[in-house]
């Protein structure tokens, strides 16, 4: 993690440090429920079987932050097939199953298709600034002969194409049907992280 230079001038230090925390007040809200009702868009046609068959599972796990944000992963196969794992500061903790369509799998990866590595390496979102104790997610798309393709993504690393993408995530919950089960959720004697 590189340090940025704080300016000697000392009326450009407010503008800045003013930006930085609205920034970091903006993200710490991301650990905050949406209550928020999904957007109406138009759904994909759905995939026919044979489409199912070549087509990747995609996985999104949700890390730890500095505060209590919830810690889970969720999988969504081609079928709509939707599993989720909550392992810390979520409503359910362990697995749990929904089935979804398969439009609502075209839609996610559709809307995840400009964030894909190359198939069967791992790549890493760039930043144009960084913001410190932030969750890391990590999404996977696993192709059924079991190449996995992967995209480290820190929520702290801010971009514009960051900044959507970090909105995508926040929304999944919504979008996949997960959010009372992602919900946040500290229970007494669980620390952080």
């Known amino acids: 993690m590189s340090a940025n230079p704080v300016s000697a001038n000392p009326l450009s230090a407010g503008p800045i440090r003013i930006a930085l925390a609205a920034a970091a007040m903006l993200s710490l809200g991301a650990c905050a429920a949406n209550g928020a009702p999904p957007a109406t868009a138009a759904q ?23 505060g209590f944000c919830p810690v889970y992963t969720v999988a969504l ?39 894909r590595p190359a198939t069967g390496t ?15 997610s ?5 192709a059924p002969d079991g190449t996995v393709t992967t995209l480290e ?19 999944l919950p919504t979008r996949l049907g997960i959010e009372p089960w992602a919900r946040q959720t500290t229970r007494p004697g669980v620390s952080r992280g």
Do not use: M
């Open 138 to 142: 990590r999404i996977t798309w696993t």
């Open 153 to 171: 993504h820190d929520k702290g690393c801010r971009s514009a194409e960051n900044d959507r993408l970090n909105a995508l995530l926040q929304d």
């Open 122 to 136: 791992t790549g890493e979102t760039k930043c144009d600034q960084r913001i410190s104790d932030q969750s890391h």
């Open 44 to 66: 994909p046609a759905p995939q026919s079987a044979d489409e199912q068959g070549t087509a990747d599972t995609i996985a999104v796990s949700v890390g730890p932050c500095f």
């Open 77 to 115: 196969s081609p079928a709509g097939t939707v599993t989720f794992t909550g392992e810390r500061h979520t409503a359910e903790l362990g697995e749990k199953t929904r089935q979804a369509s398969p439009a609502e799998y075209r839609a996610l990866a559709t809307a995840l298709a400009a964030y």
